[in-house]
């Protein structure tokens, strides 16, 4: 089982910049896609974005394209998600997330496709 540690959130104004990073342990973190989720109060966790294991794929949500890009480093065992532009309704909790059953190496886009999780980093966007 992957542990994951996610770090980087922070209060920023609106149009700023910042880049979470999520750390791995575990091996197989260089063979299994990693998404980003968030979740803002009295919503439902919603998908930000994945990249698949060799970094060769992306896919990023509707309301974030353009705006956030997600890499990775399989060699320090760490995932980003650079955010620019900020605006307020980007304000959540931001969770990563990896893929550990069936098709793990590839992106998905649902929460039920990740077995592993971090305990988030919170976000906070000021207009």
């Known amino acids: 089982q992957e542990e994951l540690v996610e770090s980087g959130g922070g209060l920023v104004q609106a149009g700023d910049s910042l880049q979470p990073h999520c750390v791995a342990s575990?091996?197989?973190?260089?063979?299994?896609?990693m998404g980003w989720f968030r979740q803002a109060p009295g919503k439902e966790r919603e998908f930000v974005g994945c990249?698949?294991?060799?970094?060769?794929?992306?896919v990023l949500s509707d309301s974030v394209k353009g705006r956030f890009t997600i890499s990775r480093d399989n060699a320090k065992n760490t995932a980003y998600l650079q955010m620019n532009s900020l605006k307020p309704e980007d304000a959540a909790v931001y969770y990563c997330?990896?893929?550990?059953?069936?098709?793990?190496?590839?992106?998905?886009?649902?929460?039920?496709?990740?077995?592993?999780w971090g305990h988030g980093t919170q976000v906070t966007v000021s207009s």
């Open positions: 997330a990896a893929r550990t059953s069936t098709n793990y190496f590839n992106v998905a886009t649902k929460p039920e496709d990740f077995g592993s």
């Open positions: 990249i698949n294991w060799n970094g060769g794929t992306t």
């Open positions: 575990g091996r197989r973190f260089i063979t299994a896609a």
